[in-house]
């Protein structure tokens, strides 16, 4: 089958799992605004930083780095390296993750306090902690059949989890109701566990399934899954632990950086509203609104362009090892030149309809503002994730993070100070602001790089 016809056919199921995924998503949100109040919503958001921080340190890297090595040693009929590259991957994800998870579990109050500033977070980090193993786990999985471009499996532990999440919210919202015990933030993070210990435990299934299934009808009577025959240990560890650790180590490293500056960026919004005049308990609500209800509603449409991005990595990677940059070319023209046009209708969409969609699905003038703020980045966030999954899947990843970096510091610069004199109209001029910068960086060093 064609790149074309493989990218166009994993794109359209990935945005289905992902459509179905963000729809469920969305009414989620929209019930949890409802059972927990915009201060609850902002205290549970706020811990959604230190997870993002604890998946880069246990998986992001690496599952980028078992895509393209799938991708690439596929393309050099090599099927048993890349579950052998998959399965030292996973080993040293779920090391890391075991690790992370520990340190959440014993120090929780000492990440509420100094790195969150609120207490409240404590007990949910807590409840998190158990969940980190299960999620690397889940995504490194998810890296190795983006590696194959098969995506059904990862489409589908897309919309379990999103069920998962919302279906245990429900059930524990209604037993405490006929309890009569007050509902709190708490409820959200056991919906977030159930959620990825459903969503890992099924692609676990799933792989062994394929696997094994594959090894019957494949494999030479006597050959070994993974690990070559004979083994021998210097060999194995040049092939496999070697190119895991050069290159997942630096790529994890950048993306805990750019993370580390994220998270700081997300504290100092509530701190910076505070420093203008806001209350606390104000500035959690507007956070609340900003984060778990116009942000969430923004970037609804982005199940395409998320989707086209995870599978032009692996695709990319693929054409760059065959040297066919006249087909590389083109499909970087057309992926580019579709995020592009449609981020321009969903721009045009939310901000003819902003106030409708805020006051309809939110009842909150705020969250209408905010749309209509916010659409204004729409092209550039849509386009952004296409542009750095090609430069990942070019080797390029140092670049990446550089321009990662640059445009999260833009933000940050805007939110200490712009936003004590402008309010949250600070942010949404950083956040343009940074876009533009990171879509003229990612477009630069493309086309350096094809040029070179």
């Given at each position: 089958?064609?790149?074309?016809k493989?990218?166009?056919?994993?794109?359209?199921?990935?945005?289905?799992?992902g459509?179905?995924?963000?729809?469920?998503?969305f009414?989620?949100?929209?019930?949890?605004?409802?059972?927990?109040?915009?201060?609850?919503?902002?205290?549970?958001?706020?811990?959604?930083?230190?997870?993002?921080?604890?998946?880069?340190?246990?998986?992001?890297?690496i599952?980028?780095?078992?895509?393209?090595?799938?991708?690439?040693?596929?393309?050099?009929?090599?099927?048993?390296?890349?579950?052998?590259?998959?399965?030292?991957?996973?080993?040293?994800?779920?090391?890391?993750?075991?690790?992370?998870?520990?340190?959440?579990?014993?120090f929780?109050?000492?990440?509420?306090?100094?790195?969150?500033?609120?207490?409240?977070?404590?007990?949910?980090?807590?409840?998190?902690?158990?969940?980190?193993?299960?999620?690397?786990?889940?995504?490194?999985?998810?890296?190795?059949y983006?590696?194959?471009?098969?995506?059904?499996i990862?489409?589908?532990?897309?919309?379990?989890?999103?069920?998962?999440?919302?279906?245990?919210?429900?059930?524990?919202?209604?037993i405490?109701l006929?309890?009569q015990?007050?509902?709190?933030?708490?409820?959200a993070?056991?919906?977030?566990?159930?959620?990825?210990?459903?969503?890992?435990?099924?692609?676990?299934?799933?792989?062994?399934?394929?696997?094994?299934q594959?090894?019957?009808?494949?494999?030479?009577?006597?050959?070994?899954l993974?690990?070559?025959a004979?083994?021998?240990?210097?060999?194995f560890?040049?092939?496999?632990?070697?190119?895991?650790?050069?290159?997942?180590?630096?790529?994890?490293?950048s993306?805990?950086?750019?993370?580390?500056?994220?998270?700081?960026?997300?504290f100092?919004?509530?701190?910076?509203?505070?420093?203008?005049?806001?209350?606390?308990?104000?500035s959690?609500?507007?956070y609340?609104?900003?984060?778990?209800?116009?942000?969430p509603?923004?970037?609804?449409?982005?199940?395409?362009?998320s989707?086209?991005?995870?599978?032009?990595?692996?695709?990319?990677?693929?054409?760059?090892?065959?040297?066919?940059?006249?087909a590389?070319?083109?499909?970087?023209?057309?992926?580019?030149?579709?995020?592009l046009?449609?981020?321009?209708?969903?721009?045009?969409?939310f901000?003819?309809?902003s106030?409708?969609?805020?006051?309809?699905?939110?009842?909150?003038?705020?969250?209408?503002?905010?749309?209509?703020?916010?659409?204004?980045?729409?092209?550039?966030?849509?386009?952004?994730?296409?542009?750095?999954?090609?430069?990942?899947?070019?080797?390029?990843?140092?670049?990446?993070f550089?321009?990662?970096?640059?445009?999260?510091?833009?933000?940050?610069?805007?939110?200490?100070?712009?936003?004590?004199?402008?309010?949250?109209?600070?942010?949404?001029?950083?956040?343009?602001?940074?876009?533009?910068?990171?879509?003229?960086?990612?477009?630069?060093?493309?086309?350096?790089?094809?040029?070179?």
């Amino acid at each position: 089958m064609s790149q074309k016809k493989l990218l166009l056919q994993g794109a359209v199921l990935l945005t289905l799992a992902g459509v179905i995924g963000r729809i469920i998503s969305f009414f989620y949100r929209i019930f949890l605004s409802q059972i927990i109040g915009a201060e609850g919503v902002g205290v549970y958001q706020l811990i959604f930083p230190v997870y993002a921080l604890a998946i880069c340190l246990s998986s992001s890297g690496i599952q980028t780095c078992i895509s393209r090595e799938v991708s690439s040693r596929h393309a050099l009929n090599d099927p048993r390296g890349a579950r052998t590259f998959f399965l030292c991957g996973t080993c040293l994800s779920l090391a890391c993750a075991f690790l992370v998870s520990a340190f959440l579990f014993f120090f929780h109050d000492l990440l509420a306090i100094r790195f969150v500033h609120e207490p409240r977070t404590a007990g949910l980090l807590y409840l998190l902690s158990p969940a980190i193993p299960f999620a690397a786990l889940h995504a490194c999985i998810s890296g190795y059949y983006f590696g194959l471009k098969k995506t059904a499996i990862p489409a589908a532990s897309q919309i379990l989890e999103n069920l998962l999440r919302f279906l245990t919210v429900f059930i524990i919202y209604r037993i405490a109701l006929e309890k009569q015990r007050p509902i709190t933030p708490t409820i959200a993070v056991y919906g977030l566990i159930t959620e990825e210990i459903g969503a890992a435990l099924f692609s676990l299934t799933a792989f062994v399934l394929y696997t094994f299934q594959n090894s019957c009808g494949l494999s030479i009577p006597g050959q070994r899954l993974f690990f070559p025959a004979p083994f021998r240990i210097a060999a194995f560890y040049h092939e496999y632990v070697s190119p895991l650790f050069c290159t997942a180590f630096p790529l994890t490293l950048s993306r805990v950086l750019v993370n580390l500056l994220q998270t700081l960026e997300a504290f100092l919004i509530p701190i910076q509203l505070q420093a203008g005049g806001m209350t606390s308990r104000a500035s959690l609500s507007v956070y609340g609104v900003l984060t778990g209800m116009a942000l969430p509603l923004l970037l609804f449409p982005t199940a395409l362009s998320s989707s086209l991005a995870t599978l032009l990595l692996p695709i990319v990677s693929e054409l760059q090892a065959k040297k066919n940059t006249e087909a590389l070319l083109r499909m970087i023209r057309k992926s580019c030149g579709a995020c592009l046009a449609f981020g321009l209708l969903v721009f045009l969409f939310f901000f003819s309809f902003s106030r409708s969609l805020g006051l309809f699905l939110f009842h909150n003038t705020l969250a209408a503002d905010f749309i209509r703020a916010l659409s204004w980045s729409c092209p550039l966030i849509f386009l952004s994730p296409t542009l750095l999954a090609i430069l990942n899947g070019l080797g390029k990843s140092s670049r990446v993070f550089l321009h990662n970096t640059a445009s999260v510091l833009v933000r940050i610069g805007f939110i200490l100070l712009a936003m004590p004199r402008f309010g949250i109209s600070g942010f949404f001029y950083g956040l343009l602001v940074s876009q533009l910068l990171l879509f003229f960086l990612s477009l630069h060093t493309i086309r350096k790089t094809l040029s070179d």
